[in-house]
């Protein structure tokens, strides 16, 4: 198993960046594909980016695509969540989670181990 920790939430305006950074307690962190979550008041937890095990291969939900950036550093153990031009819909907690396997990166339930969440909030 996997221990995973998010940091980097906070209050920012439209238009501003912000990076995530998760960070695991494990020694096995690069057998693992990672991927962010999000969950908005009121709203299902939605998926948000994907990143293979080596870093190689990477997959955004549309409505991230050409804003925010997944990376991850097998060497800290740490995988992170670029955000550019923020939007008020970007809104939510983000969480940080790990799985096994290939298949079905986008669905929550493909995924085995999930972080505490960080809070995003972007002002207009």
């Known amino acids: 198993q996997v221990q995973l920790v998010e940091s980097g939430g906070g209050l920012v305006q439209a238009g501003d960046s912000l990076r995530l950074s998760c960070t695991a307690s494990?020694?096995?962190?690069?057998?693992?594909?990672m991927g962010w979550f999000r969950q908005a008041p009121g709203k299902e937890r939605e998926f948000v980016a994907r990143?293979?095990?080596?870093?190689?291969?990477?997959q955004y939900a549309d409505s991230v695509k050409g804003r925010f950036t997944i990376s991850r550093d097998n060497a800290k153990n740490t995988v992170y969540l670029q955000m550019s031009s923020l939007k008020p819909e970007d809104t939510a907690v983000y969480y940080c989670?790990?799985?096994?396997?290939?298949?079905?990166?986008?669905?929550?339930?493909?995924?085995?181990?999930w972080g505490q969440g960080t809070q995003v909030t972007v002002s207009s």
């Open positions: 989670a790990a799985t096994g396997n290939y298949s079905n990166y986008d669905r929550r339930n493909s995924y085995n181990y």
């Open positions: 494990g020694r096995t962190f690069s057998s693992y594909a």
């Open positions: 990143i293979s095990r080596a870093g190689g291969t990477t």
